[in-house]
């Protein structure tokens, strides 16, 4: 049974940093998609960023190129969200989605599976 739990949410100011991880469990090995997406109040579900199951591709939202880094750790199974240079606008629950495969673009939300819990992200100016 994939498990995915999100940790590190909670409240910055504007142009502090967060750091968010994923903990995966129940894969078979390393190789699964994984990405991060956000949903706002009143907001539809949004990417974040992805890793393709190789590893090999890292995508992200046009609106956090630059300020997020998203980082895989094989070993631990766990996927690392670094928010820099956060913003109001970035204020949302975080959520972590996994899958073994994918036939569609990352950040389409039915492509994915497996959620976690999500962890809040409160940004404020």
């Known amino acids: 049974q994939v498990m995915l739990a999100e940790s590190g949410g909670g409240s910055v100011q504007a142009g502090g940093s967060l750091r968010l991880s994923c903990a995966a469990r129940?894969?078979?090995?390393?190789?699964?998609?994984i990405a991060w997406f956000r949903q706002a109040l009143g907001k539809e579900r949004e990417g974040v960023a992805g890793?393709?199951?190789?590893?090999?591709?890292?995508s992200y939202a046009d609106s956090v190129k630059g300020r997020f880094t998203v980082s895989k750790d094989n070993a631990r199974n766990t996927l690392v969200l670094q928010m820099n240079s956060l913003k109001p606008e970035d204020t949302a629950m975080y959520y972590c989605?996994?899958?073994?495969?994918?036939?569609?673009?990352?950040?389409?939300?039915?492509?994915?599976?497996?959620w976690g819990q999500g962890t809040q992200v409160t940004v404020s100016s």
């Open positions: 890793i393709d199951r190789h590893g090999k591709t890292i």
């Open positions: 129940g894969f078979p090995d390393s190789k699964y998609v």
């Open positions: 989605a996994a899958d073994l495969w994918i036939d569609g673009s990352w950040d389409d939300i039915s492509q994915y599976n497996h």
